[in-house]
């Protein structure tokens, strides 16, 4: 149980609107109170102006001896005691829903000033925003964290070990079509959307740590109001393009021969002989089904709860908490998964950024890193050229 005189802690979204119903709970609750030698009026600040502020345990006449004390309604405690409102605090404290003559339909949470207790994954049992800010700030916060800097950390020794995934061979200038034109716009909106995304989503949990002191208060606040607007504007275009990827390439991430061997050989990363794969080989499509198809799922839908735009749901503040904790945990490993990807589709493998930029790669990349789907194209299974644009330095072909 809460002592009397302890403050209440309001937090997240019940932060304004809880310091507001206190403060005008308060100036006519203790407007009432004695004034006491513990909270000179003289000291009060220009803006409280008239509230005498005054500690429970001091308001006289001390009645702590009356029968039932302890378990007496706010009416009957100011009988004995007027000014002191602890027991209406007591319940305000357990989550207890008040009278609010707003229309619940519009304003589900109007009478209730503090959520009733409950325990998240990881929280101690307390009210919800106080365990959601527990939630947020001893796990997801340090521990998010600290896996994006493990994953980038572990990258860049496996660059500095590795080096670039190099192309043995030389280039034969036959080219295959490897990403259509819109393969690629739909690859690109949603990379783009993606780092906008993420970029912004870093900023907003973990700017205090390290832009706050760069920045200072002023600078940072604009900064990061700026993006979370982007943020919000961001989400629906990276989802609509998460859907377009999704129908695009499922085709090719299906499972198929050899992605088990691959599987167990690590795709021969450490060997130095690559494992021969289809059109995408196993690591791509776990990184497909994980990353694009689950992960995907979760973070867009709990990011449209967020952005309140799923109809039908009633937004109070337990909704938020948990698509709050649900999408910052899904966004991490996200990001997390992407990393990889954003590596090795870049610094980490030769040949294949041209690819996606350019459309084309050549017949060497093709059958050093995927010499199944090489195979199929020799073998006319699959067209070199499925779009109606040309190869780089190659004409028509009627
Ligand atoms: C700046 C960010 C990114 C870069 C530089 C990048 C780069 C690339 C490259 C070079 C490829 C071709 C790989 C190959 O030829 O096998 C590729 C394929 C692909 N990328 Fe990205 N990518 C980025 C972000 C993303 C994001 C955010 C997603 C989805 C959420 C994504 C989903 C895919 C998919 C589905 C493929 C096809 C291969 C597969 O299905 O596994 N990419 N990317």
Same mark, same amino acid.
């Given at each position: 149980?809460?002592?009397?005189? !302890?403050?209440?802690?309001?937090? $997240? ?15 006519? %609750? ?37 029968? #039932? ?10 009988? &004995?005691?007027? #000014? ?5 605090? !007591?319940?305000?404290? %357990? *989550? ?17 000033? +503090? ?25 997801? +916060?340090?521990?998010? #964290? ?9 990258? %860049? ?12 061979? %030389?280039?034969? $200038? ?21 780092? /906008?995304?993420? /970029?912004?989503? /870093? ?12 920045? #200072? ?33 499922? !085709?090719?991430?299906?499972?198929? !021969? ?9 795709? *021969? ?26 992960? $995907? ?7 449209? &709860? ?17 698509? @709050? ?6 966004? &991490? ?5 992407? +990393?990889?990807?954003?590596? +090795? ?9 041209? =690819? ?12 050093? @890193? ?9 073998? =006319? ?18």
């Amino acid at each position: 149980m809460r002592h009397p005189t !302890r403050p209440i802690f309001l937090s $997240g979204a019940s932060r304004v609107a809880g310091l507001l119903l206190a403060a005008s709970c308060l100036s006519s %609750a203790w407007a009432q109170a004695p004034a006491t030698p513990s909270a000179p009026p003289a000291a009060a600040p220009a803006a409280t102006a008239g509230i005498q502020s005054a500690n429970i345990m001091d308001v006289k006449p001390e009645a702590s001896a009356e029968p #039932g004390y302890a378990s007496q309604t706010n009416g009957e405690r100011g009988k &004995v005691q007027p #000014g002191n409102n602890a027991p209406m605090w !007591r319940q305000v404290g %357990a *989550g207890v829903s008040g009278f609010s003559s707003l229309p619940p339909s519009q304003a589900p949470e109007a009478g209730n000033l +503090i959520q009733p207790f409950v325990q998240y994954p990881g929280s101690s049992l307390t009210n919800a925003g106080e365990a959601w800010r527990q939630v947020r700030n001893n796990w997801l +916060i340090p521990y998010g #964290g600290a896996l994006l800097l493990i994953v980038l950390g572990a990258i %860049a020794l496996f660059y500095v070990s590795k080096g670039t995934i190099k192309q043995h061979g %030389a280039n034969t $200038g036959r080219k295959i079509e490897r990403f259509t034109p819109f393969e690629r716009s739909a690859h690109w909106s949603n990379a783009i959307a993606f780092c /906008i995304l993420a /970029i912004s989503g /870093i900023v907003i949990a973990f700017g205090k740590y390290f832009l706050l002191p760069v920045l #200072g208060l002023t600078l940072f606040g604009w900064l990061s109001y700026a993006l979370k607007n982007l943020h919000n504007f961001a989400g629906p275009v990276f989802a609509v393009s998460l859907v377009i990827i999704f129908v695009t390439f499922v !085709r090719d991430n299906l499972p198929s !021969r050899g992605d088990l061997t691959w599987l167990l050989k690590g795709g *021969g990363l450490l060997s130095g002989k690559e494992v021969p794969s289809h059109r995408f080989n196993a690591g791509e499509k776990l990184v497909f089904w994980a990353g694009v198809f689950a992960l $995907g799922l979760v973070v867009v839908g709990s990011g449209f &709860v967020l952005d309140k735009l799923l109809p039908g749901l009633s937004y109070e503040r337990g909704t938020m908490q948990i698509a @709050h904790m649900v999408h910052a945990a899904a966004t &991490v490993l996200m990001m997390a998964l992407f +990393i990889g990807h954003i590596y +090795i589709g870049t610094i980490g493998m030769e040949g294949a950024y041209q =690819g996606m930029k350019t459309g084309y790669v050549d017949e060497t990349w093709a059958r050093e @890193h995927h010499e199944y789907w090489a195979d199929d194209i020799q073998a =006319g299974r699959i067209p070199a050229q499925r779009s109606e644009a040309t190869a780089p330095g190659q004409t028509v072909r009627v």
